[in-house]
Structures are given as C-alpha cells and as structure tokens.
C-alpha cells in the first residue's frame, strides 16, 4: 500500500470535529490513489483505532458496508468516522457519496454504532464535513424560519 502514516501517536486522543480528523489524516492526503478509512472511537470520543478499508484508484474506491462495520463490532467500538480522499482538490460529495453516506448510516443505527461524520480530505488540505453541512443547511433553514414569522 502507499506511505500511510504511523498514527499511534493519536490513539487515545479525543476526536470531536472534523479538524481532528484532518490533524490524525496529515500524512495521509496526498496519497496518488483513492482511500477509505474507518476511525474508531470508544465511549469518551477516543480514537481505537484507524483502519484502512479499501484501496481504489484515481477516481473512487469501492467500499462495502459490511466491511466498514465487521471489525468495529468484533473491537466493542462506540461509533465511527468514515473519511475517504479526493485527489484534484474537488470537496464536493458525489452522489455516490451521499447515498453510500447514508447507507452506513442506516446500517450504523441498527448496529448501535453511529456514523459520526463522513470526511473527505483532499491534497491541499482542506476538507468536506458531511456533519458540518447539515449543521449549515439548519441553521441557514431556521434563519428563513425567522425572517418569514417577522
């Protein structure tokens, strides 16, 4: 596989927004291939675990359900992350994407182990947060709420 990074340096550590991901993903974003990865958290939001999934090619990888959850049960993991790259710098969420996003997510909740967030981390740094954007789409949905009741 391609450089990935030693990460024991962040076991233990506490995982709250998709800037910690980022921080744990560093070494990780300018690999020449697609990713898939898994961090697993325990109870107090503490990684377990970074685990590589599936390798792709320049423009996706194939990921399935049951392998993003097989060894998150086996390990008794609270919830997950799920965090995959783009390599032209492009944030934006395919509608593959989305509906594997929400795939996991229904899985995620049957199972008792939430998807927390879905990242894509891109070469230059920046990254997209699926949580981050329906935090936008509320609240930019109740500030229309609020400008029709005035």
């Given at each position: 596989?391609?450089?990935?990074q030693?990460?024991?340096?962040?076991?233990?550590?506490?995982?709250?927004?998709?800037?910690?991901?980022?921080?744990?993903?560093?070494?990780?974003?300018?690999?020449?291939?697609?990713?898939?990865?898994?961090?697993?958290?325990?109870?107090?939001?503490?990684?377990?675990?970074?685990?590589?999934i599936?390798?792709?090619?320049?423009?996706h990888?194939?990921?399935?359900?049951?392998?993003?959850?097989?060894k998150?049960?086996?390990?008794?993991?609270?919830?997950?992350?799920?965090?995959?790259?783009?390599?032209?710098?492009?944030?934006?969420?395919?509608?593959?994407?989305?509906?594997?996003?929400?795939?996991?997510?229904?899985?995620?909740?049957?199972?008792?182990?939430?998807?927390?967030?879905?990242?894509?981390?891109?070469?230059?740094?920046?990254?997209?947060?699926?949580?981050?954007?329906?935090?936008?789409?509320?609240?930019?949905?109740?500030?229309?709420?609020?400008?029709?009741?005035?």
């Amino acid at each position: 596989m391609d450089n990935i990074q030693n990460y024991d340096e962040f076991i233990g550590k506490k995982i709250f927004t998709a800037g910690d991901v980022v921080i744990v993903m560093k070494e990780d974003l300018k690999l020449n291939k697609e990713h898939f990865w898994v961090l697993h958290l325990n109870g107090n939001r503490e990684l377990i675990e970074k685990e590589l999934i599936a390798l792709g090619t320049l423009t996706h990888v194939t990921v399935y359900t049951r392998e993003v959850f097989r060894k998150a049960i086996r390990q008794d993991t609270c919830s997950l992350i799920t965090v995959h790259n783009h390599l032209f710098n492009d944030s934006s969420l395919s509608r593959r994407d989305k509906i594997f996003g929400e795939k996991l997510a229904m899985a995620g909740k049957i199972l008792d182990i939430p998807i927390l967030d879905n990242i894509i981390i891109m070469p230059n740094g920046n990254y997209f947060s699926q949580c981050n954007q329906k935090r936008k789409e509320r609240l930019n949905k109740s500030k229309k709420l609020k400008e029709k009741v005035k």
